[in-house]
């Protein structure tokens, strides 16, 4: 069983008991965040992008917990180059990565990076025996059938909010293409540009893909299995 631990926007922890990843933590600023960056525990960083509100307090938290950044080059240099003692990982597109909870795997995203000469990534996350891909912030693209085809996916964990990413419709497609069993909303909700009905997502991804929709609120965690 792997917890899920929702911090708001798109900053969450998993956590299989004994290992602790924490993904994209933006909490220094943001207004929805449930909990602060010098209390939060990690094992492992992900991070999909350089913009402030996924690489957000990454370098803060490794250098205070020791945890392991992963993510592409690029942001690894920014992490390092804020005088943080950061432990880092360099990956890319199409890798994947032994750790001692399970494998990474950095996907394909959509999105502008913000950093030169970066990417944006998401992230397929072998833990506690399930298959959990983080698509980061990303439009819509017909490669998610591909991720879909290559692994079984137990859970997705997809932006909603619109205007920077997917909105409720593409993100249902996205459902439906990933074939997934089950799906997370995430990145809505923390400023009005991203406010969006989720109860409208979730009836339009039930009834378009053969997903349950888990509507996770921050603070609030739930059990995946
Ligand atoms: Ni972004
Ligand atoms: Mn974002």
Same mark, same amino acid.
């Given at each position: 069983?792997?917890?899920? #631990? ?27 965040? #449930? ?62 990565? /032994? ?12 999105? #502008? ?28 693209? #017909? ?19 619109? /205007? ?62």
């Amino acid at each position: 069983m792997v917890k899920y #631990s929702y911090f708001g926007h798109a900053c969450f922890l998993l956590d299989d008991g004994k290992h602790k990843v924490l993904v994209d933590p933006f909490l220094t600023g943001n207004p929805v965040a #449930s909990v602060s960056a010098s209390d939060v525990e990690a094992d492992y960083i992900l991070v999909t992008h350089a913009h402030g509100d996924h690489l957000g307090d990454a370098p803060d938290i490794a250098a205070r917990t020791g945890a392991e950044v992963v993510g592409i080059p690029e942001i690894l240099d920014i992490c390092t180059s804020m005088g943080a003692d950061v432990k880092g990982h360099g990956m890319n597109l199409g890798g994947s990565l /032994n750790l001692p909870f399970g494998k990474v795997r950095m996907t394909l995203a959509q999105h #502008s990076s913000g950093v030169p000469g970066g990417i944006a990534c998401g992230y397929v996350i072998y833990i506690g025996g399930l298959v959990i891909y983080y698509a980061g912030d990303t439009a819509l693209f #017909s490669d998610m059938k591909l991720i879909g085809q290559k692994d079984k996916l137990d859970y997705a964990l997809l932006p909603i909010g619109d /205007n920077y990413t997917m909105g409720l419709e593409d993100a249902a497609l996205a459902a439906q293409w990933l074939g997934v069993r089950h799906v997370i909303p995430l990145h809505y909700d923390t400023w009005p540009i991203i406010r969006q009905d989720v109860a409208k997502y979730k009836e339009l991804t039930e009834k378009m893909a053969h997903a349950e929709v888990h509507i996770v609120k921050p603070g609030e965690a739930i059990d995946l299995a």
